[in-house]
């Protein structure tokens, strides 16, 4: 099975700037690819970027292109979102997720098969 755990969560006002950590177990067995979602009241597991473990190709939604980047440290066993440029929009809960498809990495979130618990982002 694989584990995720998310942390880097919390408040900073717009303009500012945070790095999400999700620590992963067994990824490397398990999955093709991992990738990060945010979820509000108003729109559930919005896509925004992926990451193809084996040669570090990425994804990045058209809504958050130019503000985050997405990477791995694969000998932490470790994926990371850096966000820039922060907006009061970018207000959700955040979350990590991977997928065992060998075929496909983006950011359609039921292609997508196992999740963390999420972190927080309040930007104000």
């Known amino acids: 099975h694989v584990q995720l755990v998310e942390s880097g969560g919390g408040s900073v006002q717009a303009g500012g700037s945070l790095r999400l950590s999700c620590a992963v177990a067994g990824y490397t067995s398990r999955s093709n690819c991992l990738g990060w979602f945010r979820r509000t009241d108003e729109q559930e597991r919005e896509g925004l970027a992926a990451?193809?473990?084996?040669?570090?190709?990425?994804y990045t939604a058209d809504s958050v292109q130019g503000r985050f980047t997405i990477s791995q440290d694969n000998a932490k066993n470790t994926l990371y979102l850096q966000m820039n440029s922060l907006k009061p929009e970018d207000t959700a809960m955040y979350y990590c997720?991977?997928?065992?498809?060998?075929?496909?990495?983006?950011?359609?979130?039921?292609?997508?098969?196992?999740w963390g618990q999420g972190t927080q982002v309040t930007v104000s």
């Open positions: 997720a991977a997928s065992v498809s060998p075929w496909y990495c983006g950011g359609v979130a039921t292609t997508y098969n196992y």
């Open positions: 990451i193809v473990i084996r040669d570090g190709r990425t």
